[in-house]
């Protein structure tokens, strides 16, 4: 692959915090995995990637155990985790909470987090590498949600929506 030339080196702290000044929501993407339990794993990089067929994409380090999971396995869920769920995305990056007990249902094979803001199960459909990353995309089997505020990450903290809010804005058709 050609890659254009750089005309200087990004720094990898940097760039994070330039990516964190994003806001994103938190999810916990989770897999079956042999023997019947599950994995999990916390992720921000998550988008919806289309209407017609309903797919979405996760973006997961080469280097992370998920990415083997993920290559593995038929289906995946998305956990999209509520305003006070911080110890569970705590959790699931690798940051042990003690005390924490973390429950499991299941839809369509494939373990869901028991509460949330939102889940939805997706067929892998196809990997794309990306640099360290490579881009999960999934055909959404299902989709259920709450009337839960989503957790949100923003500069390396996580934090929820201001209490009010204003009115709803409608989504353009296209632009």
Request: aromatic content about 6%; some cysteine; charged content about 20%.
């Amino acid at each position: 692959m050609n890659r254009p030339e750089i005309a200087h080196e990004i720094d990898p702290e940097h760039f994070r915090r330039v990516m964190g000044r994003f806001a994103t929501g938190v999810t916990v993407i989770t897999v079956a995995v042999d023997g019947g339990g599950a994995q999990g794993m916390t992720a921000n990089a998550f988008m919806s990637g289309s209407l017609d067929p309903p797919l979405c994409v996760v973006s997961v380090a080469r280097r992370a155990r998920m990415h083997g999971h993920l290559t593995a396995a038929r289906r995946f869920a998305i956990n999209i985790l509520s305003a006070d769920q911080g110890d569970l995305a705590n959790h699931f990056a690798g940051r042990k909470v003690p005390g924490l007990e973390v429950s499991f249902a299941n839809i369509d094979d494939v373990p869901v987090l028991s509460t949330c803001a939102a889940r939805i199960v997706a067929d892998r459909d196809v990997r794309h590498d990306c640099g360290d990353h490579s881009l999960f995309v999934g055909h959404i089997r299902t989709m259920k949600t709450t009337d839960r505020s989503p957790l949100i990450y923003h500069a390396g903290h996580y934090t929820a929506l201001a209490e009010e809010q204003g009115p709803e804005t409608p989504m353009p058709e296209f632009w």
